[in-house]
């Protein structure tokens, strides 16, 4: 059971960074807080709630955005947040990431600086994001540069999709303990790679890219889950990381279809259990299609 001060978040065994990969510090903050509340039946009893803290991000001391977060890996979102938002590259172009949550702050040094910073972040785009996300203009109009790999290369049987959903029913998480927050995850096949919980499911994902990241964790054989509804942002930011199929616990919007169906990604939405609705990119998806129950007959007497 996570406690105060535990990170809500889950790793396969530890792989090596990518060379040049930043210095990152390992800040940790506590991710439930206990209060006390007067229930239904008027009774007095304590329960947990999610943490939640402002992270102000200075790249080469320059203030760049305030992410809301529970702070469970503070350092590989911040990451992810650059390199979803196309302000880097690639990692080796940090040089570190410093996060003191005594002042609420993430330090980001860049080895040469980022050119144009402040043209490239002076169009936003607020999202419909858990916490208010953002995300720069330029970001969206480079989506239809981004090219995954075809529907022979990356698919998945339904037996996979049940395993995974297996898993994810009984993984222990902060959203069983409290509620209120996301729950995102990486699988390879049946595996579960990487687990992380965040108040918004854009941190959570923007967390997923920066593990990604550090160490050379390619997309394409990859599926990404995620608890929270399957917008247009969360759509492009799983393309941006090369994932080409994305199943969600809940639902998917007409603008996350489109783009979906533009990049030829496979979107799988309201699955849980052993049920789920396919909605786009079905050349990707190996059908096992489950028995129907016959319907009930009601005899009257």
Same mark, same amino acid.
């Given at each position: ?7 809500? $978040? ?9 060379? #040049? ?20 039946? #008027? =009774? @007095? ?25 529970? #702070? ?23 040089? $570190? ?37 953002t995300v720069f203009g330029d970001m969206m109009d480079g989506i239809g540069q981004l090219c995954l ?5 990356? /698919?998945? /049987?339904? *037996? ?16 069983? !303990? ?9 699988f390879h096949g049946g595996e579960m790679l990487m687990f992380v919980e965040d108040v918004g499911r ?12 550090l160490h050379g964790v390619q997309g394409a054989d990859k599926v990404f889950y995620t608890t929270g509804?399957?917008? @247009?942002?969360?759509?492009? !930011? ?22 979906? =169906? !533009? ?17 786009? *990119? ?20």
């Amino acid at each position: 059971m996570a406690l105060p001060g535990e990170a809500t $978040s889950r790793v396969a065994p530890a792989l090596v960074p990518v060379p #040049g990969a930043p210095r990152l510090t390992q800040a940790s903050t506590e991710m439930l807080r206990e209060i006390r509340i007067v229930d239904e039946y #008027g =009774e @007095s009893r304590p329960i947990l709630i999610p943490t939640e803290r402002p992270l102000t991000v200075f790249v080469d001391k320059r203030e760049l955005v305030t992410l809301m977060t529970l #702070g469970a890996c503070p350092e590989l979102l911040v990451l992810g947040y650059l390199l979803n938002q196309r302000l880097i590259g690639q990692v080796s172009q940090v040089e $570190s990431i410093t996060v003191d949550w005594e002042v609420g702050a993430a330090a980001v040094r860049t080895h040469a600086g980022l050119v144009d910073l402040e043209e490239r972040t002076a169009h936003r785009v607020v999202t419909t994001g858990c916490g208010q996300g953002t995300v720069f203009g330029d970001m969206m109009d480079g989506i239809g540069q981004l090219c995954l790999p075809g529907p022979q290369e990356a /698919r998945i /049987r339904q *037996g996979t999709l049940h395993r995974m959903l297996e898993t994810m029913r009984q993984q222990d998480s902060i959203h069983r !303990k409290a509620g209120s927050v996301h729950g995102c995850a990486l699988f390879h096949g049946g595996e579960m790679l990487m687990f992380v919980e965040d108040v918004g499911r854009h941190n959570a994902i923007d967390t997923i890219s920066g593990w990604m990241g550090l160490h050379g964790v390619q997309g394409a054989d990859k599926v990404f889950y995620t608890t929270g509804r399957l917008t @247009s942002e969360m759509v492009m !930011k799983a393309a941006q990381i090369g994932v080409p199929i994305i199943v969600s616990r809940n639902g998917v919007t007409a603008m996350g279809h489109a783009m979906a =169906e !533009k990049l030829g990604m496979a979107l799988f939405g309201r699955a849980a259990n052993r049920h789920f609705l396919c909605y786009t *990119g079905f050349e990707r998806f190996d059908s096992e299609p489950e028995q129907q129950r016959a319907p009930v007959r009601v005899v009257t007497g």
